[in-house]
């Protein structure tokens, strides 16, 4: 079964922080790369960050130096750290895997979602 089961979230005040952990099927984690979306309201989903097989890892200008996103290979597990939030930072999270390697004409696999939300 290809999924990916997302964890963490919720309401922090502004200047605080949040985990975000995704865990991938067995089967595609290695022919991916992972990474976090999210999605405002209003506004389209937009690239947060991502980390490739080999550990090389991109950020949205708006969240470097305050987010980071970790790999554990051995645990089929990604997660975003989210420290210094900010208002602007509230939307859903989606965890992402973009397979490499298709498999059966799929090669973009979503999480389910989960609200974080940041209080002024």
């Known amino acids: 079964q290809v999924q990916l089961v997302e964890s963490g979230g919720g309401l922090v005040q502004a200047g605080g922080s949040l985990r975000l952990a995704c865990v991938a099927s067995?089967?595609?984690?290695?022919?991916?790369?992972m990474g976090w979306y999210r999605q405002a309201p209003g506004k389209q989903r937009e690239l947060v960050a991502r980390?490739?097989?080999?550990?090389?890892?991109n950020y949205a200008d708006s969240v470097k130096g305050r987010f980071t996103i970790s790999r554990d290979n051995a645990n089929y597990t990604v997660t975003l750290q989210m420290n210094s939030l900010k208002p602007e930072d509230t939307a859903v999270y989606y965890c992402?895997?973009?397979?490499?390697?298709?498999?059966?004409?799929?090669?973009?696999?979503w999480g389910q979602g989960t609200q974080v939300t940041v209080s002024s």
């Open positions: 992402n895997a973009h397979l490499l390697i298709p498999i059966g004409g799929l090669s973009d696999v």
């Open positions: 980390s490739t097989n080999g550990g090389n890892t």
């Open positions: 067995k089967s595609i984690f290695s022919i991916s790369i």
